[in-house]
T-cell receptor
């Protein structure tokens, strides 16, 4: 079946540090890949997505590239801010099927 | 555009009691989802509606959980009777067409004691 694995958190960084959150997946076919963010007390929000191999999704300074050869979709940001503190979920969706979410990675950014 | 609304935001009940959660999706969204998010885990789909019909309820524990979307708009998820392991955040999401981008509500945090 389809599954998503993320690096364990929590991840604690200082403001302006470089961020990488690893995500790898197992799926048949060619799934679409997503990153969702959940701020404290709120629901999940779509951060970025990529629908085919080598696509790069980007939003709010975050980027992730769909790497089919390594089945990965790592999230990166060059300079994090305190306001980026949240839980980040990697997810996939195969054609005709529903979303499968990873367990989430909590990010804390210190001033 | 108003987002997905859920109520209540928090609920504390004792085991074996009943509880119901309400969700109002974004206007015009035909597809509605209920997810269970246990602490430290990603959301797990419980049930998906397309208008007022069930598309997928394969992971819904039907001996105690039920859900309805009678008029194809708002929806209610019920647990009867609740168990300790039902403690979680219950998220509702909607999308305009099945399997397109989902928009999530703030969730209902349920604590079963």
């Amino acid at each position: 079946g389809n599954s998503v694995t993320q690096m364990e958190g929590p991840v604690t960084l200082s403001e302006e540090a470089f961020l990488t959150i690893n995500c790898t997946y197992t799926a048949t076919g060619y799934p679409s890949l997503f990153w969702y963010v959940q701020y404290p007390g709120e629901g999940l929000q779509l951060l970025l997505k990529a629908t085919k191999a080598d696509d790069k999704g980007s939003n709010k300074g975050f980027e992730a590239t769909y790497r089919k050869e390594t089945t990965s979709f790592h999230l990166e940001k060059g300079s994090v801010q305190v306001s980026d503190s949240a839980v980040y979920f990697c997810a996939l969706r195969n054609y005709g099927q529903n979303f499968v979410f990873g367990p989430g990675t909590r990010l804390s950014v210190l001033p | 555009e108003a987002g997905v609304a859920q109520s209540p935001r928090y609920k504390i009940i004792e085991k074996r009691q009943s509880v119901a959660f309400w969700c109002n999706p974004i206007s015009g969204h035909a597809t509605l989802y209920w997810y269970q998010q246990i602490l430290g885990q990603g959301p797990k789909l419980l049930i998906q509606f397309q208008n007022n019909g069930v598309v997928d309820d394969s992971q819904l524990p039907k001996d105690r959980f039920s859900a309805e979307r009678l008029k194809g708009v708002d929806s209610t998820l019920k647990i009867q009777p609740a168990k300790l392991e039902d403690s979680a955040v219950y998220l509702c999401a909607s999308s305009p067409i099945s399997l397109y981008e989902q928009y999530f509500g703030p969730g209902t945090r349920l604590t079963v004691t």
